[in-house]
């Protein structure tokens, strides 16, 4: 059985920082192209970060969060992270945690973040 659980979500004030992590069990995690997707009250989910498999790790950004958001895994540990720095009150959203592989896909239930003084 494939999960995917987050962690690491709460509420923050703005200019702060928080670190996501995403737990995977029942896959081959090494294997998988590692995602940050989030979803906004009243609006599409929308992909934040990616990192891909093996051991290049390439990453990669939406424009809002370039500079502000870093993706990392540690495949020894089946998880990967997201460490979101400079939160800003528009980054409040439900981040899910996603994994792909070759048509595969799974997703986790989800962590709120909210950014609010």
């Known amino acids: 059985q494939v999960q995917l659980v987050e962690s690491g979500g709460g509420l923050v004030q703005p200019g702060g920082s928080l670190r996501l992590s995403c737990a995977a069990s029942?896959?081959?995690?090494?294997?998988?192209?590692m995602g940050w997707y989030r979803q906004a009250p009243g609006k599409e989910r929308e992909l934040v970060a990616t990192?891909?498999?093996?051991?290049?790790?390439?990453?990669s950004y939406a424009d809002s969060v370039k500079g502000r958001f870093t993706i990392s895994r540690v495949n020894a540990k089946s998880s990967a992270y997201l460490q979101m720095n400079s939160l800003k009150p528009e980054d409040t959203a439900v981040y899910y945690c996603?994994?792909?592989?070759?048509?595969?896909?799974?997703w986790g239930k989800g962590t709120l973040v909210t950014v609010s003084s």
């Open positions: 029942g896959i081959t995690f090494s294997s998988y192209v």
């Open positions: 996603n994994g792909a592989r070759g048509g595969m896909d799974y």
């Open positions: 990192i891909s498999s093996g051991g290049g790790y390439i990453t």
